[in-house]
């Protein structure tokens, strides 16, 4: 194996994800089963900036695969949008060595990465870490799976509250820019009607839906609202049918961050795992600026600009299979 790089830095940046701490531990037993120094940096790129980079061994990374969110912290640096604060993040890596990163995070993250590298030619590698699975080149994202069954556990405890009195729930779950967690969520526990950001909301089809359903004096529903759908949160949803169904007896439940936190499922870990141990491989095989992606369970390699703009996309026959579900 021709190995191009001696020393790797691994940092998380963004939004934490379940499953984070899976990747880093394989990073870092990848990287020194092949004798490369690894460098833990502290809080993304704000760590990278101020210094706050640490020697990563065996122990380090013991007992942190179970954990949600991430050991190395996380955060989101506006310095490190400028040249300067860039230079600076560079010069701390020059001084330990560093001659490559493998960044888990999502595409505000990775659009870093890809100016940093084309600055100052450190090749990174990406690990698509979000929640929301809005990233191209993976059928699936680190914390993704983790998220979604979060949502549908709790969906299935707010079922049982409705159903005892005859309630419409609308249920908020996250996705500023991408309904996946809408959609699984909602198909899984069967939800009337799930609202994403990809498809413009018909809301007379909305309402039609549910008067015919309380004519058919089938009084609970469940609608399912991505945050970042196009009529806004849960309770502007809520607000819009309590005018048009007055007798409609509504409640909100905004699931907010317990979707992010948690014990990554067998899944999460399995794919964070295999995706670090391919990041450190594809660095001591040359490759650079690219993301490590799963299509068909092979790994997969997608340029770091092509995984940010082409995003993921949902097909409009999912759609159609909420609407034939829920008749």
Same mark, same amino acid.
């Given at each position: 194996?021709?190995? $191009?790089?001696?020393?790797? &830095?691994?940092?998380?940046?963004?939004?934490?994800?379940?499953?984070?701490n @899976?990747?880093?531990?394989?990073?870092?037993?990848?990287?020194?089963y092949? &004798?490369?120094? =690894?460098?833990?940096?502290?809080?993304?790129?704000?760590?990278?900036?101020?210094?706050?980079?640490?020697?990563?061994?065996?122990?380090s990374?013991?007992?942190?695969?179970?954990?949600?969110?991430?050991?190395?912290?996380?955060?989101?640096?506006?310095e490190?949008?400028?040249?300067?604060?860039?230079? $600076?993040?560079?010069?701390?890596?020059?001084? #330990?060595?560093?001659?490559?990163?493998?960044?888990?995070?999502?595409?505000?993250?990775?659009?870093?990465?890809?100016i940093?590298?084309?600055?100052?030619?450190?090749?990174?590698?990406?690990?698509?870490?979000?929640?929301?699975?809005?990233?191209?080149?993976?059928?699936?994202?680190?914390?993704?799976?983790?998220?979604?069954?979060?949502?549908?556990?709790?969906?299935?405890?707010?079922?049982?509250?409705?159903? @005892?009195?005859? +309630?419409?729930?609308?249920?908020?779950?996250?996705?500023?820019?991408?309904?996946?967690?809408? #959609?699984?969520? &909602?198909?899984?526990?069967?939800?009337?009607?799930?609202?994403?950001?990809?498809? %413009?909301?018909?809301?007379?089809?909305?309402?039609?839906?549910?008067?015919?359903? %309380?004519?058919?004096?089938?009084?609970?529903?469940? =609608?399912?609202?991505?945050?970042?759908?196009?009529?806004?949160? @849960?309770?502007?949803?809520?607000?819009?049918?309590?005018?048009?169904?007055?007798?409609?007896?509504?409640?909100?439940?905004?699931?907010?961050?317990?979707?992010? &936190?948690?014990?990554?499922?067998?899944?999460?870990?399995?794919?964070?795992?295999?995706?670090?141990?391919? @990041?450190?491989?594809? #660095?001591?095989?040359? +490759?650079?600026?690219?993301m490590?992606?799963?299509?068909?369970?092979?790994?997969?390699?997608?340029?770091?600009?092509?995984?940010?703009?082409?995003?993921q996309?949902?097909?409009?026959?999912?759609?159609?299979? =909420?609407?034939?579900?829920?008749?």
């Amino acid at each position: 194996m021709d190995r $191009k790089v001696t020393n790797i &830095g691994v940092l998380t940046s963004g939004g934490d994800s379940p499953g984070m701490n @899976a990747a880093i531990r394989a990073v870092t037993r990848t990287g020194l089963y092949h &004798g490369l120094g =690894v460098y833990g940096i502290m809080r993304g790129y704000a760590g990278m900036i101020e210094g706050d980079i640490k020697k990563l061994d065996g122990i380090s990374v013991a007992n942190i695969i179970q954990r949600g969110g991430t050991f190395l912290k996380t955060a989101r640096s506006k310095e490190f949008h400028t040249y300067e604060g860039r230079k $600076k993040a560079y010069n701390n890596l020059k001084q #330990l060595n560093i001659d490559g990163l493998v960044i888990i995070g999502g595409d505000g993250s990775f659009n870093g990465a890809q100016i940093f590298s084309n600055e100052f030619d450190i090749p990174c590698i990406g690990l698509p870490g979000t929640i929301d699975k809005d990233i191209a080149g993976s059928d699936t994202t680190i914390g993704f799976d983790t998220a979604v069954n979060t949502a549908v556990q709790a969906i299935d405890k707010i079922r049982d509250t409705m159903d @005892a009195h005859d +309630r419409l729930f609308i249920v908020e779950v996250m996705g500023r820019d991408a309904g996946y967690i809408a #959609l699984h969520s &909602g198909i899984a526990t069967g939800a009337e009607n799930i609202l994403i950001p990809e498809t %413009e909301t018909d809301m007379e089809e909305l309402i039609c839906s549910l008067t015919e359903k %309380e004519k058919r004096k089938k009084l609970v529903n469940l =609608v399912v609202v991505a945050e970042g759908g196009d009529l806004g949160g @849960a309770n502007k949803v809520a607000k819009i049918i309590s005018e048009r169904i007055p007798t409609a007896d509504i409640r909100v439940c905004i699931l907010g961050h317990i979707q992010r &936190g948690g014990s990554p499922t067998c899944q999460d870990r399995l794919i964070a795992s295999h995706m670090g141990y391919y @990041a450190v491989e594809s #660095l001591m095989l040359g +490759r650079k600026n690219v993301m490590v992606g799963v299509i068909n369970n092979k790994i997969f390699y997608t340029p770091l600009d092509k995984a940010v703009k082409e995003k993921q996309k949902i097909g409009q026959e999912w759609m159609k299979i =909420v609407k034939i579900l829920a008749s």
